[in-house]
């Protein structure tokens, strides 16, 4: 079930970051450009990338939990070291995604409330722009570990 729901989690960690990637793109032209600002494109795209975000956030939950009961029985002296190693999803990885859940949401509220389009897409464009960034620190903060 762990591994079920690990590589469930990495799989859409890869989709959130390519939807990330569209957004951050997409408004920084719609703001340099002008373009109108498309209920489709440019909010539900959004939109669908927090539900992500939120949907990662009850993954990495369940991983965390499910992680936690295993260390319980691992702990012991000789496995100390592997035991802090993990000290990467306990903190670093967590306050960053939980960050990144936040810029994304404030940045769907920003997008939706404003009524001038180039006020919109430098809304989208500044917050999924740092959400964009916290999930790229994360996951790359992680190779190292795990190569």
Do not use: C
């Not at 691992?74 to 993990?86: G, H, L, P, R, V």
């Not at 389009?117 to 722009?129: E, M, V, W």
């Not at 960034?133 to 190569?147: E, K, Q, T």
């Amino acid at each position: 079930m762990y591994s079920t729901i690990l590589i469930l989690h990495i799989i859409l960690s890869i989709v959130l970051s390519i939807v990330s990637t569209y957004i951050v793109i997409r408004s920084f032209f719609g703001f340099v450009k002008n373009f109108n600002f498309s209920i489709y494109y440019d909010f539900y795209v959004p939109v669908a990338a927090v539900s992500l975000l939120y949907f990662e956030l009850v993954l990495g939950l369940l991983l965390y939990y499910l992680h936690m009961n295993k260390l319980e029985n691992f702990i012991s002296q000789t496995n100390a070291n592997d035991y802090f190693s993990s000290r990467f999803w306990a903190v670093e990885h967590t306050i960053l995604m939980f960050f990144a859940i936040i810029f994304g949401h404030l940045g769907l509220v920003y997008a939706k409330n404003l009524k001038n389009s180039a006020a919109k897409f430098k809304k989208n464009f500044i917050y999924f722009g740092l959400s964009f960034v916290l999930i790229m620190i994360s996951l790359l903060m992680n190779i190292p570990n795990n190569a």
